[in-house]
């Protein structure tokens, strides 16, 4: 062999070895929703297999907010659980074939891994597996959208968490608001700031101590 073919063979090794060696992208199940008519006109929830994401949204005055999450072994298996059955969502009729169905916002299902993606969009689907992903993401948006009215009241319209923070108490019990441990920070300076009403204090608290 001679010294040009060896330069060349390892400038070859050189160039491919970072590519061969690059790490693969986490897989992620985004869920994306939009309906212009509501307040938050459009939020994200991305989410990976360790249970950790993000959520986004943008509200009617053009507002952007982004706060980490993290979703619990229960609904993160769930979650999971269909994106692997539906090969990515690619295998699944998510949309209903019934007609006239009142529109209740554009939502997709997205799975994304390293080279290969699948997607499926919807108003409202018949499929149970699909309703149920979409319930807790939905229940997750809810709280973190009433976590972040909450902390807007408690800088500038204190008179107004009692009724905030009760209207979460009661979402959190029928089902609709889940993983409330995302909003613990707000939470726990309503509880710290001794000059809120008691009782506003206590329903933070009791808050806290069902996202444990």
């Given at each position: ?13 050189f ?10 992208t ?7 929703f ?28 053009g ?6 999450i ?14 692997k ?28 891994g ?24 939905q ?15 408690h ?22 608001a ?20 008691e ?14």
């Open positions: 062999m001679t010294h040009v073919t060896t330069l060349f063979l390892l400038s070859f090794v160039q491919v070895t970072p590519a061969a060696l690059a790490t693969p986490p897989p992620t199940v985004t869920f994306t939009d309906r212009p008519q509501v307040q938050t006109t459009h939020y994200e929830i991305i989410l990976g297999e360790d249970g950790k994401g993000v959520y986004r949204a943008r509200n009617q005055q507002i952007d907010t982004e706060a980490p993290a979703v619990s072994p229960q609904n993160l298996e769930h979650i999971w659980a269909e994106a059955a539906t090969d990515g969502f690619r295998k699944v009729q998510c949309e209903t074939h019934l007609k006239n169905m009142a529109q209740t916002g554009k939502k997709v299902l997205t799975w994304t390293s080279s290969d993606s699948g997607s499926c969009s919807y108003n409202y689907s018949d499929d149970k597996e699909i309703q149920k992903v979409t319930s807790i993401f229940g997750i948006a809810l709280t973190m959208e009433l976590g972040q009215r909450l902390a807007y009241l800088r500038f319209d204190r008179l107004g968490l009692d009724a905030e923070i009760t209207s979460l108490g009661n979402s959190v019990k029928t089902g609709w889940l993983e409330i441990q995302n909003i613990e920070p707000t939470l726990r300076k309503i509880v710290e700031d001794v000059s809120l009403m009782r506003v204090r206590a329903k933070a608290e009791a808050l806290l101590n069902n996202g444990k």
